[in-house]
């Protein structure tokens, strides 16, 4: 099976700053890409896209994927220190409902 | 509801013993999922239940067995556990189907060490 791969690994940055986090693979067919974020147990959902180049948002998270280059992009404007997390981004498998995890993205947000 | 809930929370085992680590959703989920999470790894799929009735392997199922016991319960057995073994075990779920109904729900986690 294709990977998933997310960059960076990790990631410090002071409040106030943006970031984005890159989600990339490998296969054209599949049904949807999914965003977690993962504090200290469980992964929580954050977005799912299923549509190329169509933007989903909340508040001050925003994601998008391009399913021609391949790549799905986790934007934070105007970060806090509880966005501190390991952001996981997964693939659904094509044809099937199960998922490719990522690595994840590893982020220190500090006062 | 109390979502997907697993047992136990914790667990410390010697090399070569058994377990089975229990996972029930009650969302009305058609699929369920194990999955293990080392560092530096991400999340690694073991086993899913696309829906009751029936099982199919993930990336890393040596060592494992699954039972999908009926449509809320999905459990994971470690027949003869080895320190490779050690890590964290999630089980998830989803409703499955077409989009936008592939959101996996995540239990709490179960961290097992193998002495």
């Known amino acids: 099976e294709d990977k998933v791969v997310q960059s960076p690994l990790s990631l410090v940055v002071h409040e106030g700053d943006t970031v984005t986090l890159n989600c990339s693979y490998e296969v054209t067919n599949f049904r949807s890409l999914l965003w977690y974020k993962q504090e200290k147990k469980a992964p929580t959902f954050l977005f799912m896209l299923?549509?190329?180049?169509i933007e989903k948002k909340s508040g001050r998270l925003s994601s998008i994927l391009d399913k021609k280059e391949l790549f799905s992009i986790l934007n934070i404007t105007a970060t806090q220190t509880g966005d501190s997390a390991i952001y996981l981004c997964a693939r659904s498998g094509s044809g099937t409902y199960k998922y490719i995890f990522g690595t994840g993205t590893r982020l220190k947000v500090l006062a | 509801n109390a979502g997907v809930t697993q047992t136990p929370k914790f667990q410390v085992l010697k090399t070569g013993q058994s377990m089975t680590l229990q996972c029930a959703q009650d969302?009305?989920?058609?699929?369920m999922y194990w999955y293990r999470q080392d560092p530096g790894m991400g999340l690694r799929l073991i086993y899913y239940?696309?829906?009751?009735?029936?099982?199919d392997k993930g990336e890393v199922p040596n060592g494992y067995n699954v039972s999908r016991l009926n449509k809320r319960e999905f459990s994971l057995r470690l027949e003869s556990a080895a320190p490779s073994q050690t890590s964290v075990y999630f089980c998830a779920s989803s409703l499955a189907g077409v989009a936008p109904y592939n959101e996996q729900f995540f239990g709490p986690g179960t961290r097992l060490t193998v002495l």
């Open positions: 239940s696309a829906s009751e009735g029936t099982t």
């Open positions: 299923t549509s190329s180049g």
């Open positions: 969302m009305n989920h058609n699929s």
